[in-house]
């Protein structure tokens, strides 16, 4: 099974921008297509953006031309990089892969 630990969150203002990592312990990251995930209050949690292994990436209507998704199977990490944040960007952003459980998740506050 694939642990993830996802870091990068904190507080900004709209406009500005962040970069999410998460980082994969134990076997086989570089076979699972892998997804961020965001859950704001009171909403359910719905896709961002996914990556497959060989590089084919989604994304949701909402995040497209702001968010781009990356991954290094070199060091067992996807990155999601957000520029021009919203308000509405606002919530707790979670890494996943069919093979891992649910993680702890990293807080993004965009203020306005």
């Known amino acids: 099974q694939v642990q993830l630990v996802e870091s990068g969150g904190g507080l900004v203002q709209a406009g500005e921008s962040l970069r999410l990592s998460c980082a994969a312990s134990?076997?086989?990251?570089?076979?699972?297509?892998m997804g961020w995930y965001r859950q704001a209050p009171g909403k359910e949690r719905e896709m961002v953006a996914t990556?497959?292994?060989?590089?084919?990436?989604n994304y949701a209507g909402s995040v497209k031309g702001r968010f781009t998704i990356s991954r290094d199977n070199a060091k067992n990490t996807v990155y999601l990089q957000m520029n021009s944040l919203k308000p509405e960007d606002t919530a707790v952003y979670y890494c996943?892969?069919?093979?891992?459980?649910w993680g702890q998740g990293t807080q993004v506050t965009v203020s306005s």
């Open positions: 996943k892969s069919p093979a891992s459980l």
């Open positions: 134990g076997s086989g990251f570089s076979l699972y297509a």
């Open positions: 990556i497959t292994t060989g590089g084919t990436t």
